[in-house]
Every structure is written in structure tokens, then in C-alpha cells.
């Protein structure tokens, strides 16, 4: 198997975010061969402006788009805000979702992940997120679904997760899912394989 770059994109803007652990954690799980490339701007993203979407990009928003047109694949942890994903994530979504003509998430295989307090996780929130991708076009990963509950048992003040067998296994259960969603991604492409 060649090698693989993914984009991982966390929702939080915390920075001692369980989210970003999760990303953090799962790059440590990462297999030889396989970056992961955490994307740490999210905040510094303009507000989505249709205005400006066929003008010069906005740095931050070119930066972005890069990374996710190179990457062979896409992660993104949620956290989960008022039953949803947050207004930041939304709006990185937005961004490349966009133009219609050339999107940069269109066909791009994403994981989904997810961790938070609450004793449901992030499954609502990533209901929502799994919809969202859905209409951008963008293959997800289907199974294991990872929706950490009681994250603040399972990280310590830094946002690093301790000890926690059980989602580490899921985490790489969940990289292999995307490794091979994108090999048969890069196959359909190629015109050699059906997705």
C-alpha cells in the first residue's frame, strides 16, 4: 500500500480540547506509512462569504483547501454543542463545500469521530455531521462509530487521553476503515475498482 496522508480537522477551538486528543491519540495509533496532519487554524477561518468565494481565497481558507485537495482522506472529531456540531466546523465545512463547481470534500473519504462529558458522546452531533457529508458527496467511513462519552474521565488536564484501552483499539479499527475507504476511493477513480 502506498503512502497516505490524512487531514484531521477538530471542531473545538479549546485548547486543551478532548477532540484534539482524540486527533492527537489517533495520529500515536498511526501506522508506518500513514501521516496524520492535524489542521490547528479552524478559528482563524473568516466567517463563510459567498462574496468571496471567487475572489482572491483568504489565506487561511487557501491553506485549508490545500491540505484537504493533497490528502488522501479527511478525519474530523466533533464536539457536540446544543445537539449539533459546532458553528466552527459548520463554517470550515462551508468553505469546502464550496464553489459547487470544485469542492474541495466532494468524493474526499472523511472518518468521523467524536468525544465529550455528556454520557451520549457526540452521537447526535455526528448524525448531523454524517448528513452534512452526505450532501457534500463525501464518502464516510461507516463502522466502528467512536463517540466518546465521559471524555473527562478518559483525559487528563492537557487533553491527552490516558489509559484508555478500549478507544485506542477503536481508533485504529477506525484508521483502518479510512485507509481502506480511500484505497478504493483512489481505485474508483482510477477506473479500476467500484467504491
Known amino acids: 500500500m502506498p503512502d497516505l496522508t490524512f487531514v484531521a480537522i477538530s471542531g473545538s477551538l479549546r485548547r486543551r480540547s478532548h477532540n484534539t486528543g482524540l486527533l492527537r491519540a489517533l495520529r500515536e495509533l498511526a501506522p508506518a506509512g500513514v501521516t496524520i496532519d492535524i489542521v490547528d487554524s479552524l478559528g482563524s477561518l473568516p466567517h463563510f462569504d459567498q462574496d468571496l468565494e471567487h475572489g482572491p481565497e483568504p489565506a487561511h481558507v487557501a491553506d485549508l483547501r490545500r491540505r484537504v485537495r493533497c490528502a488522501d482522506g479527511v478525519v474530523i472529531a466533533t464536539p457536540e454543542y446544543n445537539s449539533s456540531i ?96 480511500a484505497e478504493r476511493t483512489a481505485k474508483a477513480a482510477e477506473g479500476t475498482a467500484p467504491v
Open 86 to 181: 459546532p458553528g466552527a466546523l459548520m463554517n470550515a465545512l462551508d468553505w469546502l463545500s464550496r464553489p459547487a463547481e470544485d469542492p474541495g470534500l466532494r468524493d474526499k473519504p472523511v472518518a468521523v469521530l467524536g468525544a465529550s462529558p455528556s454520557q451520549f458522546g457526540t452521537a447526535r452531533a455526528q448524525l448531523v455531521l454524517r448528513q452534512i457529508l452526505h450532501r457534500i458527496q463525501a464518502p464516510v467511513v461507516a463502522h466502528p462509530e467512536v463517540t466518546v462519552f465521559r471524555s473527562h474521565e478518559r483525559f487528563d488536564a492537557e487533553g491527552t487521553m490516558t489509559g484508555d484501552e478500549i478507544t485506542r483499539e477503536l481508533l485504529r479499527e477506525l484508521l483502518a476503515g479510512l485507509m481502506d475507504l
